[in-house]
């Protein structure tokens, strides 16, 4: 693809998803420091309302930092090859593991193991930052770039998306209705809705 009629980020994402078609390897981590308040190549992502900044990628492990607004979450779902770990830098979470209810608050880390159900709610009154990384990485870096190209992130399509690159969400439970899309998707809120924007200072 010719440069300059994409922006930089996307170019990076372009090429890697070309080398992966040629067969390359992903990238091996590199030494160094990616300082506070940016991310890799200065990416920002809105995913489900929440704000992801990518700050380590290569085949073995993928990081980023995330900002869950109040009412934000990430409805239950399963990785079924990768272990996933959330340390909590400021809030609370409540979340659904296996089916069952546990809260987590600033300081502790969360273990999330391959093939679990879990789910990732901010019911606090504050928002809430935290600090996510993968193993291995599998193909969750570019599942992010395709939520966050969505024009409009219907839960239908979200679901539908996350299913091609092996990430599987679970139908609301009996008797629930989701809070907007196609009867049996996940619950999902949608990005600000019925708020003014706001504006999230990268972390």
Known sequence: MPFGIVSKPLQTWLNALRLQEQGDAMQQLTAGITKANTGLEGIVWNILGQIYVPKSLNEQSFSW???FPVGTFVPPHIHPTQDEFIYLLDGRLDLMLDGKDFVATTGDLIRLPMNMSHGIFNKSDQTVKCFFWVTPTRRLYDLFWGIHSMKEQKPEDVVALAATYNIHFLPPP????AIF???????????AQGQPPVVINPP
């Open 65 to 67: 930092h995330a900002t």
């Open 174 to 177: 009996p008797g629930a209705t």
């Open 181 to 191: 899309g196609s009867p049996g998707a996940p619950t999902m809120l949608p990005p």
